[in-house]
């Protein structure tokens, strides 16, 4: 399966820079999955396409502040540091720029020595692997020096850090937000919980793969990034019965999509899990675990639009896309929203 199959062009004005004042307001394009029908409403609008009974899952990640500007300590030259994963106590997989200044044995230095990072590996991509030198807690340390790593399609400033956060955010851990959780308001999930929907967390760390477009003509080839990822007992207990009853599974986000989906997969039910996955879903993978799915418009050619199009159909997908370009919707991480029924 050819890459290109999942390409369109999108005009730069519809990547969206900024949040809009309120969450809710977004617009929604709402997919048949079956029939490719499709609707045009507004977030707030979800309320309506759910029922008493459906349960929704949630993937309940919180971005790290981990955008760090730092210093060489022998040059004074300027590096900038994206942390993207803590691999064991004090030690950080991380993307730098320059790379090229930043070498094993390299110390930076953060906001005049209140946080140090020695470099002791070097990977590929700009990858580099940092050991942290600090006094005191590591959380708060990044909380007051680090900003939120917003996509490089992002070039707006964020005026409001916590507009790159769900308002159900609870686990550090992660290098980005699961960014269909950005529409919900806790006033619009009190009137689906109100409606006795019932709502679930899941956490997976948006990691790497993230910042990482796919650069292989043959969707086959891509070698599908790891990432963490953990259900507790009672949601699990709670999709399983709702399996059984044949009650709705939806998904909020592809992030919570692959984290039910590896798990029903590798073990054919829910289960108590914390492991990583490296799932990767493209046509004509069939989801086994949830019904339907609330998720953003993605970029031309990712893995993002080849999970949809393997939930949707590929035709039913890019015939949306299509539809929403020509309608003007906004893209990606601060865009609007689809929901597949």
């Known amino acids: 399966m050819k890459v290109s199959d999942f390409d369109f062009d999108l005009p730069a004005e519809l990547i969206a820079q900024t949040p809009l004042v309120d969450r809710s307001s977004s617009r929604l394009l709402v997919l048949n999955k079956e029939t490719g029908q499709r609707e045009h409403k507004h977030f707030f609008d979800i309320v309506d396409y759910l029922s008493e009974g459906d349960v929704l899952v949630l993937n309940d990640t919180k971005v790290l502040p981990s955008r760090i500007y730092g210093e060489k300590v022998d040059t004074k030259a300027f590096i900038e540091v994206l942390l993207l994963k803590e691999i064991k106590e004090n030690t950080w997989k991380s993307l730098v720029k320059p790379a090229r200044r930043v070498h094993i044995g390299t110390v930076i230095s953060f906001k005049d020595g209140l946080l140090k990072a020695k470099c002791i590996a070097e ?7 940092f050991e942290m030198i600090y006094e005191g807690i590591f959380i708060e340390i990044l909380e007051s020096i680090g900003t939120m790593p917003l996509p490089p399609y992002i070039r707006e400033k964020l005026e409001d850090q916590d507009r ?7 686990e550090y851990g992660s290098a980005a937000a699961p960014t269909a959780g950005l529409h919900f308001t806790k006033e619009l999930l009190k009137k689906l919980k109100e409606k006795n929907v019932e709502v679930l967390t899941v956490t997976l760390n948006v990691g790497l793969g993230t910042f990482r477009p796919v650069s292989v003509d043959t969707v086959e080839e891509h070698n599908m990034h790891s990432e963490f990822y953990q259900m507790s007992a009672h949601t699990a207990d709670r999709l399983n019965l709702a399996k059984k009853e044949g009650r709705r599974i939806i998904c909020v986000g592809t992030t919570s999509l692959r984290t039910i989906e590896s798990i029903y997969s590798k ?8 492991e ?5 879903i493209y046509p004509p993978y069939k989801i086994k675990s949830a019904d339907a799915l609330i998720t953003n418009f993605h970029l031309p ?10 939930f949707a159909g590929t ?3 890019m015939d949306a896309y299509k539809e929403a370009i020509e309608m003007k919707y ?12």
Do not use: P
């Not at 054919?268 to 899990?273: P, R």
């Not at 050619?301 to 393997?310: D, G, N, P, R, W």
């Open 123 to 129: 990977g590929e991509d700009g990858e580099r692997t």
């Open 164 to 170: 790159y956060q769900t308002v159900y955010a609870n």
């Open 267 to 274: 073990y054919g039910e829910f289960k108590e899990v914390k």
């Open 276 to 280: 990583d996955t490296n799932i990767f």
């Open 301 to 310: 050619k990712s893995t993002l639009i080849m999970l949809v199009s393997a």
């Open 315 to 317: 035709t039913h997908i």
């Open 330 to 341: 906004r893209f990606f991480s601060f865009g609007d929203a689809m929901f597949i029924k």
